[in-house]
Each structure stands twice: as C-alpha cells, then as structure tokens.
C-alpha cells in the first residue's frame, strides 16, 4: 500500500496499485511503477525509469535515467544503476511466445554498481560491491568486489566497497586508498580484514 506523504513522485509519474514505496524515495518525470514491486527507503529513480511488477528494491538505491528493470530483478541495499542500463528477463525472447513463466531471476548485489549502457543478461547475479564498466555484456556471474569489462565482460581487478582499485602485495592484502580497510585476495574471493 502507498505510504501517503513519504515519498516524492513528479505529477508525471504512473504509479500501479498495489506496490510499497518507502519513506523519503523520489521518483522523477515520466517513470512508471507497476503493480505488486517493492521500493525500499531513500531511493532515487531518475526520468523515464519503469520498474515491473515484483521487481524489489532495497534501501539507497540509485537509478538513473532511461533505465527499466524487469520482473526477476532484485538490487539489495546501495545499489547504483547507471544511465540506460540494461537488464533483460528472459533468454531467447520471441514476440509470438508468451515467456512470462520463464522469466530468470537476477540478483544485484549489496552497493554493486553497473555503468551506464551496460546491459546484464539475466540469470547472471551480480555480487556485493562489485563494479561493472560503462558499456559491459554482463554474461556470466560477477563475483563479490570484482571489476569487470568489456563485451562480454571479464574481470580484470578487484574494487573496494568505497569502489576504489585493490592493489595487492604477496601475501594477497590490499587495502583501499580512501579508507582504513584492508581486503584479502584467496582462492579467488575476497575477505574484508578489519
């Protein structure tokens, strides 16, 4: 149910009953949100943005313009979608075959970023704070803090959760240049040190 008075919609908004929009969200000029999606609080949806039914949202969430997140998206907490971005739903869509019962599931994770243009081909989840290059054909699943390019995309490094390059020394530790918070590189993951 719409919370009355505790986010800000632009008059040209559509909004699709029922949904949940959480206390201090804005939503901007010529968006649509359809029916039974969840938006959590302190979002920001840029113009021209559509968020599909069952579509869910955490808090903080960042949406640029020109963006449609489809049916089986879920951004955790902190997620930025930049400028037209892409996610899809479906792997093999045909406008005479009715796929609504195929639709995959795509998981962003915790303060994960995606670039703008880049498109995500559902079904490949993106973990925690990782960050995906402007332009990238996200194909395949990208790891927690990883950082990827490219079409298709491929790793080439490692983010902090500030989304700074990890540099490395030979025992595996890198710490964030902006912050006080050392990561470990092992057997291919990362572990936050402190």
């Known amino acids: 149910m719409l919370a009355e008075k505790q986010y800000f919609a632009h008059e040209s908004v559509f909004i699709d009953e029922p949904c949940e929009i959480g206390k201090g969200t804005k939503i901007w000029h ?20 559509v968020i599909s039914p069952k579509v869910i949202l955490g808090n903080n969430v960042k949406v640029q ?30 406008s005479a075959v009715n796929r609504k019962s195929e639709f995959k599931q795509t998981l962003v994770g915790k303060g994960a970023s995606i670039g703008a243009n880049a498109t995500i081909v559902c079904g490949n989840n993106i973990g925690k704070y990782a960050m995906v290059g402007a332009g990238a054909v996200i194909v395949n699943e990208v790891f927690p803090y990883a950082l990827v390019v490219g079409n298709p995309a491929r790793q080439i490094g490692w983010v902090s959760e500030l989304g700074h390059k990890l540099e490395f020394d030979e025992d595996g530790i890198g710490q964030c240049p902006k912050a006080d918070q050392k990561y470990q590189l092992l057997n291919g993951k990362i572990q936050i040190l402190n």
């Open 65 to 94: 313009n020109n963006v449609s997140i489809y049916t089986g998206v879920i951004c955790e907490d902190d997620v930025f979608l930049g400028p037209s971005m892409v996610f899809t739903n479906v792997m093999n869509p045909r």
């Open 30 to 49: 010529f968006s649509h949100i359809m029916s039974n999606c969840k938006i959590g609080e302190n979002c920001n949806l840029g113009q021209n943005v």
